[in-house]
């Protein structure tokens, strides 16, 4: 079947999670004398930088989100499990999940980060975080819900809550939702209300930093805070959350009452990560060797966001962004392939493919191979690098034909309340708004 | 303002449900010297016929949904609330609602019907009806979980369980489910699973009657059972569900065992209309006079599949279907508008516009102005006569798309798993699949 040479029996490489890393590292190991297994707990794929439109309600899940099995069907050494890992013994090899035990040779942990409420977890449930399809339905479907119930609040003070949105963070997931919720406030909807005027909604963004965007270049930063005072976001910078209680954001002393409140700020390693026995950084990564392995653990890897490792030039970690993902998937299944020749495992070296953040309709900012721009060119370009790596012509067209339907006609097309409030969440918002009367307006 | 002839103060038409019929009636009194309002407990209207498409992962939701309030957005004279009618007095001319009461001058029913499992209503948990977005998503979600399921289940037995889909109800979406769950079967996803072939999944479509799509002419029940029989769906007639319990369907003494039912058999009035102490008929729908009100009770009208009325031309009830809703709207708000002049009320008299069932690739039966057809022809009628009439021209597109899309290639493109198992449902089927080693199929 093969001329390759094979110095052993089949090799099985288990791979968890099927984010990019995790998915170019297994399509990276196609045609190799090996055994591929790739377990996810969900059973799609999904292009993370895209989430913030589902949320926002410009685009649909399926649009950015493509069945597992579907990418590798056509990969013969590949096995696809839709399974959550629980634990892992590394001296014998074994990972466990529920109802089985999977032995391996190669093991590559990409499970990703999850949010990071510093601490902070009871504010969970006030203030979702972005990191999930079902997070990105449930942030749509309280955004939506908060216009409905403000309709019909009567008391004016209690109103204002329901139309002040707070995105707390001030990444490029943090700076594009504050964005995105704006749009939605002063374009989309004003005209499908009768007692509240959206174009009232205040969309606070706050930063604990000195400055947005801190990945890029300061100017893109400062560009990108001007823009989005200039479309009417109000920026806080300095302004570390100090809680998120019955519907107030404190900010120190200063309480703000907000009745909406996106997480945006901080991530940390997978939860099963401080299980595992293995050194985390301060954000609950994986500490890795230069060839992404565990110290002393030769034959598992950590790769992707998970994974805590230097930039060899910089000096500082490398940041946790898709390029860096499906680099570091692609040389493990390089150093993989190694072991079954008589090759040497190489080290990563990560290639900075630069950074960019959408801020609204033909406004970005994008810092590429030391060029930094912005504004229609730079949001030209997003789109571009959005649009190349989606998995699937359909995804491609259907993203396509939804921005250009968004950009001209200024709606959201997947404008729906659907799902239920989390079960483990304190419900902020009513799902049926209160009805004050039968004439609130008059 | 309006130089139209205003005999009284301001009417107010109460209008409950955003269905077909709730919609056309409210459309229909636009324009009028009549102030509006439209609650319904969700922000959007749903094109119903095309649910089934959802379920079967073709279709996302927001291609067959439209926000009510973009819909309405250029209708000065209405509002709409999200919200769930409680209760009503109709002496007082008092509707409720969580935390509000609204008065009313005419109240319109138009809620639609719901899943009756004919006093069973314990099956709900192991058989979920197609009436709703979230019904649609979670069927979708027990199809695409099934097998996964199947494939890590080593027991021969209880695999065959996990890949026998029994669909109850020989009516079109009964008919249309069937033939959906053929194609995944047997096109989609082959090639996606390496241990279980999915093609040997049974699909078995039980009906209580004699035959399938009891609406039709029995010719082209006869043609559909046929169409479904050469693709592999096991047609089961005069087999009335007795039980369905622990992953067991029984018909009489038989048992079936199969772990996904879907329920398409049976609908029943809202309940809320058992609450309002007006005459109802078997199915619990509300029995109206010829012009759509409530008998005695001149001021409130039931339309669409909630209402019970009789076709005057063949003396049977108007089925509950669109054509049938959209004709009752309209004669209500035409109705109410009489009131302010001095015409007249009418008489609601049934248009028939036949009726359709797609049931597969090229596969339809329809029955339009006598005339009987199917095959390819009556398939693209089907298509065309679903396109035309969806809310606006982006979900006539997307769905266009969907539809070439998955004709030509074969796949669904919303095959994603999305949400949680339903608070009040016994799971029938574990999010993870079991894996019971590392290589069930050596």
Redesign the interface.
């Known amino acids: 079947m093969s001329d390759t040479l094979r110095l052993q029996k089949e090799t ?1 490489v288990l791979i968890i999670g099927g984010g990019f890393a995790g998915i170019q590292c297994a399509k990276s190991l196609a045609g190799a004398d090996i055994k591929v ?1 790739l377990a996810d ?4 794929h999904l292009f993370q930088p895209l989430l913030y439109q589902v949320a926002s309600a410009v685009l ?4 950015i ?1 493509a ?1 597992i ?2 990418i590798f ?2 990969q013969n050494n590949i ?6 890992l629980q634990a892992v013994d590394f001296s014998k090899q074994k990972a466990f ?7 391996y040779d190669y093991l590559v942990l990409a499970t990703g980060v999850t949010h990071s409420y510093f601490g902070h977890d009871e504010w969970a449930g006030q203030a979702p975080g972005l990191k999930t ?2 997070e990105a ?1 449930e942030i749509r479907r309280r955004i ?2 908060a216009y ?1 119930a403000a309709e ?1 609040e009567a008391d004016i003070e209690s109103r204002k809550a329901k139309l002040t949105f707070v995105v707390v963070g001030g990444g490029p997931t943090g700076v594009e939702l504050a964005g995105a919720l704006k749009e939605i406030a002063s374009q989309t ?1 004003p ?5 509240i005027d959206t174009t009232t909604t205040r969309i606070i963004l706050i930063e604990a930093g000195t400055r947005l965007l801190s990945a890029l270049p300061e100017q893109l930063g400062e560009k990108a805070r001007k823009d989005l005072t200039q479309m009417g976001v109000e920026v806080r910078l300095n302004s570390p959350v100090t809680n998120i209680q019955n519907g107030l954001v404190s900010i120190g002393e200063e309480q703000l009452p907000a009745e909406n409140v996106i997480w945006a700020a901080g991530v940390r390693g997978s939860k099963y990560a401080e299980t595992l026995g293995v050194e985390l950084d301060v954000q609950g990564r994986i500490k890795v060797l230069k060839d992404l392995s565990l110290p002393g653990i030769k034959n598992v890897f950590a790769i992707g966001d998970l994974a805590c490792v230097m930039d060899q030039k910089t000096g500082q970690p490398v940041p946790g962004v898709a390029p860096a993902a499906i680099q570091m998937g692609r040389l493990v299944a390089e150093n993989i392939k190694a072991e079954l020749t008589t090759k040497k495992r190489r080290t990563f070296v990560y290639r900075d493919k630069g950074g960019m953040a959408t801020i609204g309709r033909n406004r970005a900012v994008a810092s590429i191979a030391g060029l930094n721009f912005s504004g229609f060119p730079a949001w030209l370009v997003w789109s571009l690098v959005h649009i190349i790596p989606l998995v699937g012509f ?1 995804s491609k ?2 993203v396509i ?1 939804n921005w250009i ?1 968004n950009y001209f ?1 200024v ?1 959201k ?8 409030p ?2 483990n969440v304190k419900e902020a918002l ?1 799902v ?7 004439d609130p307006e008059e």
């Open positions: 099985h297994t707990r969900h059973n799609y649909s899940p399926a649009d989100a069945p099995r579907r069907r056509h096995r696809v499990v839709l399974a959550k999940f529920p109802n089985a035990t999977v032995d399809l079902d339905l939506l819900t409905e019909w909807i005209k499908d209300f009768r007692n359909r067209f259907m034909f339907w006609s709606s097309s997947a404008r729906l309340i659907t799902g239920r989390p079960m009513p049926t708004p209160p009805v004050k009367g039968q």
